[in-house]
């Protein structure tokens, strides 16, 4: 059976931050389940050669579009490229930011993570939403953290960004149902992606292995056939958020989080 309808999400999918980690996943599992693909990301050379490795193993077609989020002209560029195709999917995987002081990070910084983080997806978010709701059917899917209904010391303002999206995507969750459109958010704990290593984290000495992307995407997959507003992946992390005090969940984030930090000020890359 497949894990996605192709005729309910189909044709075609756009997935932004395609060219790495859960993106990529999103792409290769969708591809599998017969969806076509349009990859948008920075790096083009990445997009091409997943597209064809897509095409090669599960005869899609696929699309690469060039666009930097954090340039709010690149919101044109995404629209008109996929004008033509029919779009059953909106995956909204990139996403900026790493940890830093709040006061380390330059503001010039701090107002590219909102672009890209929340004026870039209200602005596609709402383009793909009317193009499905005039379909009837399809889905949104938002990529936003785990811990966004907390708040993250050392990622503040990446946190509240994600936070936004967990709150777009619960409330477009409610108002589209009724229009045949679904909307999950996925709330990613810790996932092997190249993000890891950019925090400044190594993967073999975090509290807990971080969870393969095959699996994070998997259960974002079936959150969004089932539509249900969000998902945090990991049956661990999902009875740790349910029994463990906000207060003590923010105080172990703030300890890895401080720590990465600092790691990356040593580094020079603060
Ligand atoms: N992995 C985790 O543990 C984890 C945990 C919580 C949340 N998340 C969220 O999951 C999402 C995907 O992260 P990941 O783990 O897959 O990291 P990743 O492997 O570093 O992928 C990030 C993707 O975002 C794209 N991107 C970044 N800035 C962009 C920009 N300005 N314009 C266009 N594309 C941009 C990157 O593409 P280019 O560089 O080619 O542009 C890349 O494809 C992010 O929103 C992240 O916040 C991940």
């Known amino acids: 059976m497949k894990k996605i309808d192709p005729h309910f999400f189909g044709p075609w999918a756009v997935i932004t931050g395609a060219s790495s980690g859960i993106g990529l996943e999103f792409a290769r599992q969708l591809a599998a389940n017969g969806i076509n693909v349009a990859l948008v990301a920075r790096r083009t050379e990445l997009l091409n050669q997943l597209g064809l490795k897509l095409q090669r193993e599960y005869g899609v077609e696929f699309r690469v579009i060039t666009a930097d989020l954090a340039n709010a002209d690149s919101l044109t560029t995404v629209r008109e490229a996929t004008a033509d195709l029919d779009v059953g999917l909106f995956v909204s995987s990139a996403g900026a930011g790493s940890p830093a002081a709040f006061l380390d990070e330059t503001p010039s910084k701090q107002s590219a993570v909102i672009q890209v983080n929340i004026s870039a997806q209200l602005v596609l978010t709402r383009h793909f939403a009317e193009r499905l709701i005039e379909r009837g059917r399809g889905g949104i899917e938002l990529v936003s953290a785990m811990g966004a209904d907390l708040g993250l010391p050392f990622m503040a303002n990446e946190s509240g960004t994600k936070a936004y999206l967990l709150m777009l995507g619960r409330a477009l969750n409610w108002e589209l149902k009724s229009q045949g459109v679904h909307v999950s958010v996925l709330l990613p704990s810790p996932t092997d992606t190249p993000i890891i290593e950019a925090f400044g ?13 095959e699996r994070c995407v998997d259960e974002a997959l079936v959150a969004l056939r089932k539509n249900r507003s969000s998902v945090l992946t990991g049956r661990l992390f999902r009875v740790l958020s349910a029994v463990l005090p906000a207060s003590l969940m923010r105080a172990v984030n703030a300890r890895m989080l401080g720590k990465a930090a600092r790691r990356r000020v040593e580094l020079g890359l603060v």
């Open 201 to 213: 984290f190594s993967k073999d000495n975090m509290p807990m292995a971080p969870m393969s992307v």
